[in-house]
């Protein structure tokens, strides 16, 4: 457990977008937080007066809402943007170190192929998505701070956006779908991690065009889209069955539904196909990963 | 003697290439051997075997174990500096030792600082900013705070200047060979590990064709400087190879008496180098 907690911190020194990306947005919300030049949709706090008016008259229920969305969306970009960090680091976890020709001094080290692999899948699967709450956490703050300063200068209640209660809901909720996400992505991921493993240049294309190419020949064979519509529901899957569907989309869901919801898509043959699915292609890319010989 | 290497038949082809063809030999625990072979003779096919970095056909244990199914157990005791093993580049140095002393249960952080502290590479460098001869020191320190039982150095001082090449195997000899480790180096330039060496192996064409300790060699291998005119009866002994050189005639012979030898010139040992174009050549005709 000790060496993969050294292998993860390994793949943070080795990936620094992981969290210089993060960081660098974050130092860009302070900077344009301090400056005023925040815009913040729903309160519309441009337009700061009638901001003010509107976060007081309303009532705390609807307060909380207002607070849920706004913190919704800012920890949605974080992970938006760690989503694209994460593809990236996927495709590059287990084709740097070939690139670079270090593979041969990492296998000089008595860490099996294994562990190696699998310090890779879970900075994809659990790091990063975690540096993406934590920093979209922080953003929120930083947004939040900066609101309650005007609000204090201004004259009101500068403790009007804090609602404690509200933010570790919202952040426990968001933790909770991520990884309900992640889990669902995991057959994505391993995909990427084994393309990494095996492409002797370029893993992106490797990545994709195997798909595109089946997707298209399918499409001029039989008329068909079913390969698109498979990677397309493999993406886009959870949110959707989370999301939309009967019962209402997010912002009619009753409260509780979406819990319910979550159970259901854990416990469903999909979800757990994906996890075979997964399960092979990490096995295959652990295979890969130590039976491709580096050309020299 | 305990043999750390045992290969018996050793063999691996790619495509119609055949890299190792039926290789045997056995390396004893407390050898530093020396694999010498032209390009393409199958050195680094046999090292990459060993090291478990590649599939081969045949028999092959090291420390008793399956190198190629039980490498990462294999890497506790073995180690190696190969060429194309380089460090990784965006790596800091502290981050490079940190992280070898978390996953290398043999690794002793104390022998490395210390090796560290007698160079000029800074703590806090990315591999990338050393100069050539400071990543190889670098590697050296690593590879000394194991305690391994094998080192396995494949061309590990290309690209070094002569004073860098010397520094490195007087550290290794001096600090690191203790008379239990045993050491595999292949190099090209042979004269300057020859004095190291406790035995040779020499692979042509994927084929160990000798495989002596290096008193078995000088016992058995003697160089003529043959007097000209007595060339003729030198000659019908029957070297293994012959070479004009600086109006002298230079012969090596395998297995003659040097009593018998004595009188046509000046008796020595051969250089290694020597001897393996001399073996080569054997092997052609």
């Not at chain 1, 009638?50 to 920890?75: D, F, H, K, N």
């Not at chain 2, 190629?68 to 500096?81: A, D, G, N, P, W």
Request: glycine share 8%; proline share 4%.
């Amino acid at each position: 457990m000790n060496t993969l907690t050294w292998l993860i911190r390994r793949e943070i020194w080795e990936h620094r977008a992981i969290w210089m990306v993060p960081a660098a947005i974050l130092v860009l919300l302070l900077a344009a937080s301090v400056t005023g030049h925040i815009a913040l949709g729903p309160l519309n706090l441009m337009e700061f007066e009638a901001g003010q008016r509107q976060l007081e008259g309303i009532p705390a229920e609807e307060r909380g809402l207002a607070v849920a969305v706004v913190m919704a969306v800012i920890i949605g970009f974080f992970l938006a943007v760690m989503s694209f960090v994460g593809t990236f680091y996927a495709l590059d976890a287990l084709y740097a170190d070939r690139r670079d020709r270090s593979v041969l001094f990492w296998k000089s080290m008595p860490v099996s192929d294994l562990e190696t692999v699998l310090s890779k899948l879970l900075t994809a699967a659990v790091v990063i998505p975690l540096v993406g709450l934590l920093a979209g956490f922080l953003g929120f703050l930083v947004i939040a701070t900066g609101v309650s300063v005007k609000l204090g200068l201004a004259g009101g209640s500068a403790s009007l956006f804090w609602m404690p209660g509200t933010m570790l809901q919202v952040l426990a909720t968001m933790t909770g779908l991520v990884f309900t996400y992640m889990l669902w992505l995991l057959p994505v991921i391993a995909w990427l991690m084994l393309a990494s493993a095996w492409a002797p240049r370029a893993p992106f294309l490797w990545a994709s065009l195997p798909v595109f190419a089946a997707g298209t020949l399918e499409n001029l064979a039989f008329g068909s889209e079913r390969v698109f519509e498979l990677a397309g529901y493999r993406l886009m899957g959870a949110p959707e069955r989370l999301f939309t569907g009967p019962g209402g989309d997010w912002r009619t869901l009753a409260e509780g539904e979406i819990f319910t919801r979550v159970f259901g898509l854990l416990a469903s043959p999909d979800m757990w196909l994906g996890w075979v699915a997964a399960a092979g292609l990490i096995a295959a890319t652990i295979w890969v990963r130590r039976y491709r010989e580096e050309s020299i | 003697m305990t043999d750390l290497i045992e290969a018996r038949g050793l063999a691996r082809s790619f495509g119609s290439t055949r890299a190792l063809d039926g290789a045997t030999f056995r390396v004893g625990e407390g050898r530093i051997v020396g694999l010498i072979g032209p390009n393409g003779a199958g050195k680094t096919t046999a090292l990459k075997a060993i090291l478990g970095l590649c599939r081969y056909e045949g028999e092959l244990k090291v420390l008793g174990r399956d190198p190629f199914k039980e490498r990462h157990q294999l890497m506790q005791e073995v180690c190696f500096i190969a060429d194309v093993a380089v460090l990784p580049r965006w790596m800091r140095v502290d981050q490079l030792v940190e992280l070898t002393a978390h996953t290398h249960p043999r690794f002793r952080r104390e022998i490395c600082e210390d090796f560290l502290k007698r160079t000029d590479i800074k703590r806090n460098s990315r591999v990338r900013q050393l100069s050539k001869g400071m990543i190889t020191q670098l590697h050296l320190a690593l590879i000394m705070a194991i305690d391994a039982r094998l080192l396995v150095l494949d061309e590990p001082t290309l690209g070094l200047d002569i004073l860098m090449r010397k520094q490195f195997y007087d550290t290794l000899l001096n600090e690191y060979f203790d008379g239990h480790r045993t050491i595999l180096v292949t190099t090209h330039q042979v004269e300057e590990v020859q004095n190291l060496l406790t035995d040779l192996l020499f692979i042509h064409r994927g084929r160990i064709v000798l495989d002596a300790s290096m008193d078995a060699v000088s016992s058995r291998f003697l160089h003529l400087e043959a007097k000209p005119d007595r060339a003729d009866e030198a000659r019908a002994l029957g070297p293994i190879a012959e070479r004009k050189g600086l109006g002298r005639i230079h012969m090596i012979f395998d297995g003659v008496e040097a009593a018998r030898l004595a009188p046509f010139g000046e008796l020595g040992t051969p250089s290694v180098a020597d001897l393996f174009v001399a073996m080569l050549q054997g092997d052609r005709a």
